[in-house]
């Protein structure tokens, strides 16, 4: 009878690890969600800035032989993600977009193409703001002044991108401090719960004069091992969720490498090892606190 008893012992007890292990892992996986998300919505931001154009016009004495040398000078600056030369034809193409057009520009123009060779520059992502632009706008008329007849970019578009990224990360930041919150609240209520379960142990080993160090070291050590074991099943998950969304949603592409999967799985080790260690404590001191009579 008392062997049954205690393989039913066991077995709830192996149970409700199990339980707390799988809870604590879809909370991470929450919160891998969110730095994933975050490491994206940067991805993105930084993309769409360093796609943001300049254009260079020359003085018409300028022949292209000295244009690209300018080219190749200012590739050499550390300001700017590409510099590439647009040629009169390239050029026409890009205005007029198709073939139609094209003939009707060149026809008024007696077959002459009107439009300048010129090159076009696209800047990291440290100097494509209002004032970045300003500061390589200036830069580049000081290096070139005999040479630049005027430099144009868009600053409507420049101030949109920056203005619009601002704004969706302080939304998904507002977003994103609200879930982590109720995922906090979440594991330390699955912890509370665990040792809800232990505390006549508990209180059992401090009545028999263990300190209360020596009765929270293998409890700690424990949530240390929950921690680590919850965000590995977390990113286990998670790189999942990004496999299958890969695979079966062709509209759809997350990118991931080895470096940002690091980081993912970090955050969620981080997460998960300091989440449970502080419930932990917190929850052991409680019991230890606690009188023989207000355990039941």
């Given amino acids: 009878m008392s062997e049954n008893v205690e393989k039913f012992s066991k077995r709830g007890l192996r149970t409700s690890y199990i339980s707390t292990i799988i809870g604590i892992s879809l909370v991470l996986f929450l919160v891998g969600l969110i730095a994933g998300g975050l490491f994206g919505l940067k991805t993105v931001q930084t993309q769409a800035k360093e796609d943001l154009q300049g254009d260079i016009f020359f003085s018409p004495e300028l022949n292209i032989s000295d244009i690209k040398q300018v080219q190749n000078e200012l590739a050499s ?4 993600k590409n510099v590439f030369f647009i040629s009169s034809d390239k050029a026409m193409d890009e205005f007029t977009g198709d073939e139609t057009a094209k003939k009707q520009i060149l026809s008024i123009f007696e077959q002459t193409n009107p439009l300048p060779p010129t090159i076009g520059y696209k800047p990291k992502e440290a100097f494509a703001t209002k004032e970045g632009m300003l500061i390589l706008k200036k830069k580049i008329e000081q290096a070139f002044p005999d040479e630049i007849e005027e430099i144009h970019y868009d600053k409507e578009s420049v101030e949109k991108i920056n203005l619009g990224f601002k704004q969706f990360i302080l939304l998904f930041l507002a977003v994103a401090g609200l879930l982590i919150i109720v995922a906090v609240a979440m594991i330390n209520n699955t912890i509370r719960l665990a040792l809800y379960s232990k505390r006549f142990t508990i209180k059992t080993m401090q009545l028999v004069g263990a300190t209360s160090s020596f009765i929270r070291k293998p409890f700690l050590l424990n949530s240390i091992w929950q921690g680590i074991s919850s965000a590995a099943l977390g990113m286990v998950i998670l ?35 300091i989440i449970t260690f502080v419930s932990t404590w917190f929850s052991l001191n409680k019991y230890l606190r606690m009188k023989l009579d207000d355990l039941y």
Avoid: A, M, R, Y
Wanted: aromatic share 16%; hydrophobic share 55%; net charge negative.
């Fill in 239 to 273: 790189v999942g969720l990004f496999v299958t969304v890969n695979n079966f949603l062709d509209s759809i592409e997350i990118p991931f490498d080895p470096k940002t999967l690091s980081l993912l799985f970090l955050v969620q080790l981080v997460t998960g090892i």
């Fill in 77 to 80: 600056w550390k300001e700017f």
